[in-house]
Structures are given as C-alpha cells and as structure tokens.
C-alpha cells in the first residue's frame, strides 16, 4: 500500500519558519519526482515546487522562489520543504506528490495545515 504522510504543519508568526515532512512508503521512492502542492481556503490548488528522482533539478512557484527549498532523502524516502520568511499568503494546507518519472503514476498525500498569522 502506498502511503505519503506530510508532517511538520502549524501555527507560525509572519516571517518565521517551517519545514515540513513527506515520508513515503509502498513505492520505489528514487525513480519518482517529488512535489509539494498547496491550497488555501477558497482557492485552487497550485504547484509550490517539485524535485526531479534523482534530487538535481528544482522548481519553484514564482511566489516562493528565494523563501522555500525543497530537499529529499533517498535512503529515508522523505522528502522536505523549508520554508522561510512565511508571509500570511503562504496560509494553506500543503500535500507531497509523487509522480513516476516514466509511467507519470501519481499518488498523493492528504496534507498538512500551515498558518501564518500574528
């Protein structure tokens, strides 16, 4: 059974920090990509950012690049997100996806709350 559980949400003051938590299990976790996807209230779901199979090529939302790093762990199949200088817009329920690099089989994560505010 595959199984992604995003950990490491909560309560953060403008300009803190997080960093969240995706442990994978179920699957060959180096021959996907990994994403990080978030969704506010009242609002679509959007690409935060995504880490090629290997952990060499990264992509960022343009409304987080220079804030938010993602990393993963090929031996402990977790992948990270760091996420610095939080803004009251970062304010969302964030999910780890797992895409397969050749089939494009994709699992998803049920996520976890994120809240700036003062």
């Known amino acids: 059974q595959v199984q992604l559980v995003e950990s490491g949400g909560g309560l953060v003051q403008p300009g803190g920090s997080l960093r969240l938590s995706c442990a994978v299990s179920?699957?060959?976790?180096?021959?996907?990509?990994m994403g990080w996807f978030r969704q506010a209230p009242g609002k679509e779901r959007e690409l935060v950012g995504a880490l090629s199979a290997g952990g060499g090529v990264a992509n960022y939302a343009d409304s987080v690049k220079g804030r938010f790093t993602i990393s993963r762990d090929n031996a402990k199949n977790t992948v990270y997100l760091q996420m610095n200088n939080l803004k009251p817009e970062d304010t969302a329920v964030y999910s780890c996806?797992?895409?397969?690099?050749?089939?494009?089989?994709?699992?998803w994560g049920k996520g976890t709350l994120v809240t700036v505010s003062s």
């Open positions: 179920g699957i060959t976790f180096s021959t996907y990509l």
């Open positions: 996806n797992a895409r397969h690099e050749r089939t494009y089989i994709t699992y």
